[in-house]
């Protein structure tokens, strides 16, 4: 539950300014052993591509693509093949900027853009952490964030640190009672990812708490400014959609493409739980272990009555599980409520954040491992990689 708002944030305070620099230091220390375990695997196992290709992969190169050519216009021949369509546009947006300002190649141009959004992201974290909690909590939080086992995420050109980052902000703003900027910054998350636009729900959920529908028939510019922060939330998803129907002339393209290419068609998402649970591979079985344990994270965030953080990491997992049991684990790594959820039980186990930290860093370098040892060796190199590679997808 959102705490009452503070005439000076505590975040804000010079008095915490050291809380910022551990944050940026938390967020430097993990990339460099995250850039340096990947250097040692791309010299020992590597597949030949160069060190920025070795951790600019898939949906990375789709963005790339959008970099140097934009959205196509038109689908191939067939929708067997995919198209852009499916990428959102923010990503692409600021490392095209970057690459122009710094002339360096695409690839690398993401790669920066990661980087600098996950590290404005730990700063927004540990303001989200100090005001909502405490001093001690948001240290611990930036920690298990930062070291997490899938936070190669963070460093390889995906959309997850942007997404990280605007939720983030929007929590905090949110807090602030800023709700306009709170909702800017939801548009934002929603230009990143569709799971942006998901904002709307702890925002909902907070604006109800805070008694919105007590005061429906009262004239309050604080309310209607709540209402508008709501509202702008599925802007950004808007906007895509606009360029969409003018580009192609179907609005829901990134939609259709993902049914029509990626056979991501909604459905019941307890099913598609069942089915991996019941399915003879490893690597659906190791899905739906995480799926599960991310609703039992839900789970625990509402006994301890953070609706909103669970309301928005509910939404965050079935929404792409009603498609496919496939990449969750990413999914769910990409929402911050995951990390909140995580701290809070660590500190109520009592366990010691230093073996908490640390297990979850080893997980992180054999990770990293198995990202840049590249796709040849998870296809020859037998059953450990194949299965080690599945579980990154």
Not at 123 to 135: H, K, L, M, Q, S
Not at 151 to 176: C, D, H, K
Request: aromatic share 14%.
């Amino acid at each position: 539950m959102m705490q009452a708002p503070r005439v000076t944030p505590l975040c804000a305070r010079s008095d915490h300014a050291n809380g910022w620099i551990f944050a940026l230091v938390a967020a430097i220390v993990s990339r460099i052993l995250v850039y340096a375990i990947g250097y040692a695997a791309h010299r020992l196992v590597g597949d030949g591509v160069s060190m920025a290709q070795a951790f600019c992969r898939w949906d990375c190169y789709w963005y790339v693509g959008i970099m140097r050519d934009s959205y196509a216009s038109v689908p191939p021949d067939t929708l067997e093949g995919e198209v852009n369509w499916a990428f959102f546009p923010l990503l692409p947006l600021l490392a095209r900027l970057i690459w122009r300002l710094t002339q360096v190649s695409p690839e690398l141009a993401l790669l920066i853009a990661g980087n600098m959004a996950f590290l404005l992201a730990t700063i927004a974290i540990y303001c989200y952490g100090r005001e909502e909690f405490d001093e001690a909590f948001a240290r611990s939080l930036v920690l298990i964030t930062a070291f997490n086992p899938y936070s190669i995420y963070f460093s390889a050109g995906y959309t997850e640190p942007l997404l990280l980052l605007m939720t983030a902000l929007a929590f905090v703003l949110w807090g602030r009672e800023q709700f306009l900027l709170a909702g800017l910054a939801g548009a934002g998350a929603s230009a990143s990812r569709i799971v942006g636009a998901l904002l709307v729900l702890p925002f909902a959920i907070w604006a109800l708490e805070d008694g919105i529908l007590q005061r429906f028939w009262e004239s309050r510019d604080r309310d209607l400014r709540m209402l508008n922060g709501i509202l702008l939330v599925p802007l950004g998803f808007a906007l895509f959609m606009t360029y969409l129907y003018f580009r192609t002339g179907d609005a829901l393209a990134t939609i259709h493409v993902q049914a029509a290419a990626l056979g991501r068609v909604p459905g019941n998402p307890f099913r598609v739980l069942f089915e991996a649970w019941n399915a003879p591979t490893s690597v659906q079985k190791y899905f739906a272990t995480v799926i599960t344990l991310g609703l039992g994270l839900v789970l625990y965030l509402t006994i301890r009555r953070r609706f909103g953080e669970a309301a928005f990491m509910l939404a965050g997992i079935l929404a792409p599980l009603g498609a496919m049991s496939w990449s969750m684990p990413r999914y769910i790594f990409g929402l911050l409520p995951t990390y909140v959820a995580v701290t809070m039980l660590t500190r109520d186990l009592r366990l010691p954040l230093s073996l908490t930290v640390g297990a979850l860093g080893i997980l992180n370098g054999l990770v990293v491992v198995v990202w840049v040892g590249g796709p040849e060796r998870a296809l020859h190199g037998g059953r450990f990689w194949a299965v080690a590679f599945g579980a990154l997808m």
